[in-house]
């Protein structure tokens, strides 16, 4: 992997279709390409707009994203996809426990899409181990309930990203994570040995904010940032999707102060380690 991927400062999805469909707008005399300000008026946009969405630092909304696509040519496939990408990281709360569970499978996918379009992703958890990183009994006893097949598909979708060389992710999870006993000593003995095999990858960095040290208090939610553009923050009785400035420049800043005080690289594994062989034997 590149550096230039590695740091999340490539386009993601989002911007290289918008390029895609600007830079082969066919124009009357033949030739291709638009200007920048051009194709916004096109699409009863501003240019500042597109200007920021092509550069990820702005998510248009789903309906100017088709006004866009269309405006410029799309053919329906870039039309859908473009929708898609954009109501993936449209503001949205789903709370309470019901609502979670009936769209289990809908935030699987919305997640997803979102994680499949940033090269880079970053992701707290205080109490569980990312779901990226779990094994299916892990999973399953965190849930409690067998999930259906279109659950069960989202998630391994997800869980298939990390395979991607050409994808970063970066984790910090909090020793109390490795330490809370999920479904069975057992279930936990695999799972911490899962994720000592993870290391292994070049594109994930797993690092543990261990008990004692001395940092910025720990939010009790888990939150992920994908790329520049969306964050998500997670409670047990909610999913709240965020695209604000603001909003995403204070959890990557949040996610910096953590990541600076967890443990890295062979001080991460030992831990994990050290946690696995109390689990060992059962």
């Given at each position: 992997?590149t550096?230039?991927?590695?740091s999340?400062?490539?386009r993601?999805?989002?911007s290289?279709l918008m390029?895609?469909?600007?830079?082969?707008?066919?124009?009357s005399?033949?030739?291709?390409?638009l200007?920048q300000g051009d194709?916004?008026?096109l699409?009863?946009?501003?240019?500042?707009?597109?200007?920021?969405a092509?550069?990820?630092t702005?998510?248009?909304?789903?309906?100017e994203a088709?006004?866009?696509?269309r405006?410029?040519?799309?053919?329906?496939?870039?039309?859908?996809r473009?929708v898609?990408?954009t109501e993936?990281?449209?503001p949205?709360?789903?709370?309470?426990?019901?609502r979670?569970?009936?769209r289990?499978?809908?935030?699987?996918?919305r997640i997803?899409?979102?994680e499949?379009?940033?090269e880079?992703?970053?992701?707290?958890q205080?109490?569980i181990?990312?779901?990226?990183?779990?094994t299916?009994?892990y999973?399953?006893?965190?849930?409690e309930?067998?999930?259906?097949?279109?659950?069960t598909l989202?998630?391994?979708?997800?869980?298939?990203l990390?395979d991607?060389?050409d994808r970063?992710?970066?984790?910090v999870?909090?020793?109390?994570?490795?330490r809370?006993?999920?479904?069975?000593?057992?279930?936990?003995?695999?799972?911490?040995?899962?994720?000592?095999?993870?290391f292994?990858?070049p594109n994930?960095?797993?690092?543990v904010?261990p008990f004692?040290q001395?940092a910025?208090?720990p939010?009790?939610s888990?939150?992920?940032?994908?790329?520049?553009?969306?964050a998500i923050?997670s409670?047990d009785?909610?999913t709240?999707?965020l695209?604000k400035?603001p909003?995403?420049?204070?959890?990557?800043?949040?996610?910096?102060?953590?990541d600076a005080a967890?443990?890295?690289g062979d001080?991460?594994?030992?831990?994990i380690?050290?946690?696995?062989?109390?689990?060992?034997g059962?």
């Open positions: 992997m550096t230039r991927q590695r999340g400062t490539g993601d999805e989002t290289r390029l895609q469909l600007r830079h082969g707008y066919r124009n005399d033949g030739t291709t390409g200007r194709a916004a008026t699409a009863g946009l501003t240019q500042s707009k597109v200007s920021r092509e550069r990820g702005f998510t248009l909304k789903p309906d088709r006004r866009y696509a405006a410029l040519g799309a053919t329906p496939a870039q039309v859908d473009l898609r990408l993936a990281i449209e949205t709360t789903v709370a309470g426990q019901a979670l569970m009936r289990g499978a809908e935030i699987q996918r997803h899409t979102l499949s379009q940033s880079l992703v970053r992701s707290w205080p109490t181990i990312p779901g990226s990183l779990q299916w009994e999973t399953v006893a965190l849930i309930f067998e999930p259906g097949d279109e659950w989202s998630r391994t979708r997800r869980v298939a990390i991607d060389p970063a992710f970066r984790f999870i909090s020793e109390a994570a490795l809370w006993v999920v479904g069975s000593t057992e279930v936990m003995h695999a799972q911490l040995a899962h994720l000592i095999e993870l292994e990858r994930l960095s797993i690092a904010l004692g001395t910025v208090p939010p009790e888990s939150f992920h940032l994908y790329g520049t553009r969306a923050v409670t009785v909610g709240t999707f695209e400035r909003d995403l420049e204070m959890y990557r800043a949040l996610f910096d102060r953590l967890a443990l890295h001080d991460a594994r030992a831990l380690n050290d946690i696995e062989t109390r689990y060992d059962h």
